[in-house]
């Protein structure tokens, strides 16, 4: 219902926000340790998630995303650079790189 629409904006914004959360929380536990080198650039993956999700959600207010969002992220240029650079930060953290 079109009168629905502000509250699973608020819903699908609000649940971004704790995903990052979440994913912010798990940089600093003891998991992460086990599986990267350091976490240094895992920190810099929550505001290039949070920017895209809520760039996606910006779209979709402005009634810019005419098809499915899955089908918008697959067809988006900027999501295809902010995922090289998500993967780019995970396999730096892997090798454990810490820049000078």
Known sequence: ????????????????????????????????????RTNYWLWLIAPMFLYWITRMWFIASRGQMAEDPIVFSIRDLIGY?????IIICMLLAKIGFVPL
């Open 1 to 36: 219902f079109i009168r629905d629409l502000n509250v699973i904006q608020i819903f699908g914004i609000t649940s971004a926000i704790a995903a990052t959360l979440i994913f912010v929380l798990y940089i600093n536990s003891d998991d992460v340790k086990l599986l990267y």
């Open 81 to 85: 650079i902010i995922l090289a650079l």
